[in-house]
């Protein structure tokens, strides 16, 4: 690419959003062209607005950056794509206000996810839903449009269900082993999590039960997504794990499938997509009996590759258990987005 797209992050100084300025740090496709915040944020240089909390040094880009208010966006700035690490309170308005106005949206956020012409998107997964953007755009009369990526857990979730889908899934269920990470830096008190587990994580399982629906369903001639037909049971819960999902899933499958035939479909399954961001493998099987493990696998592919293992018959008929691990704020959230918004580029959405 002869010249790099600019880009802005929306929450610039939130957990995600600061995933998202170290992501796009030498970026190939993209530059940093501004950061947005709270108006408490607004007019500070990013080093004196965000508390930066990742184990790598802030850029040098963008420590000197002056952070702007979220409602100081005009609607002409020299800027392609909003990312967006909003909080769900703010960003419903700011997030249709940056479509409106012609950007590409490119939100982590949930607020728009399940929404009926809003493409919720993993690439090697369904990346055939960004055709709902040409209806997105239509029927809302907007310049732009909004394209989501699914919630961290739910992006583990569905890129290892993807592969076993040939088999016909009925029932899934799932229990969640997740990072403090995921909360946000204030998310969980050290008091509360060390030494501990705790079993609820607020709307966690009600965006698991739905969300993995949407993105495994089939996208009708009219560009509206048909939703898979198997149901998804899951709890959750927070551990003492800086940074890595973790699930225990069960399967239950319509006919009898095999432990070596399920390995095989995690072996074999393979993405096209050519992109920076894209892994090699988006799904990488660990044959060790103990793996695989946050410590160990979370980095996988610069972190966009999930980890499967422990593959085994159930108690249940027709029923495969394995676990699955991924990074949750890098495949599971900033890096979620910015490969979206290769795809799109690549594709001419953008």
């Known amino acids: 690419m002869e010249k790099k797209i600019k880009v802005g992050v929306l929450g610039a100084t939130g957990s995600v959003g600061q995933r998202f300025v170290q992501l796009l740090d030498g970026h190939p496709w993209f530059e940093l062209g501004a950061l947005f915040a709270s108006e408490r944020s607004a007019g500070k240089k990013y080093h004196e607005a965000a508390r930066w909390f990742l184990p790598y040094e802030m850029p040098e880009a963008a420590a000197d950056m002056v952070v702007r208010s979220i409602n100081d966006i005009k609607d002409d700035e020299e800027l392609a794509i909003m990312f967006s690490a909003l909080p769900g309170s703010v960003a419903k308005d700011v997030e249709r206000r940056c479509a409106q106005a012609g950007y590409c949206v490119a939100s982590n956020v949930s607020v728009h996810r399940m929404e009926d012409d809003v493409p919720l998107v993993i690439p090697e997964v369904n990346s055939d839903h960004l055709a709902m953007i040409k209806r997105q755009k239509s029927e809302r009369n907007w310049n732009g449009f909004i394209v989501t990526n699914p919630n961290c857990s739910t992006i583990v979730l569905a890129l290892s269900l993807k592969p076993l889908m040939q088999f016909g899934i009925e029932e899934v269920r799932v229990a969640t082993m997740q990072a ?8 969980v008190p050290s008091m509360a999590i060390l030494d501990n587990i705790i079993p609820f994580i607020d709307r966690e399982e009600d965006k698991m039960q739905s969300e993995p629906q949407k993105i495994l369903g089939t996208l009708d001639a009219d560009l509206r997504v048909r939703e898979a037909a198997f149901t998804v ?14 699930e225990a899933v069960w399967v239950k499958f319509e006919e ?22 894209a892994p090699e493998k988006p799904v990488i099987l660990r044959e060790e009996k103990d793996r695989p493990q946050p410590k160990l696998d979370r980095d996988a592919c610069r972190g966009m590759a999930i980890s499967v293992g422990r593959i085994r018959a159930g108690k249940m008929k027709n029923e495969i258990k394995y676990i699955a691990q991924g990074h949750n704020t890098v495949r599971g959230a900033a890096g979620a987005s910015i490969l979206n918004a290769e795809v799109m580029l690549e594709r001419g959405y953008i």
Do not use: Q, W
């Open 180 to 187: 403090v990470s995921g909360a946000g830096y204030a998310g």
């Open 233 to 246: 049971c899951a709890s959750c819960h927070r551990v003492p794990v800086m940074d890595g999902h973790t």
């Open 256 to 277: 009898n499938v095999s432990e070596s035939t399920i390995k095989e479909a995690f072996k074999s399954f393979h993405s096209d997509l050519k992109t920076p961001f």
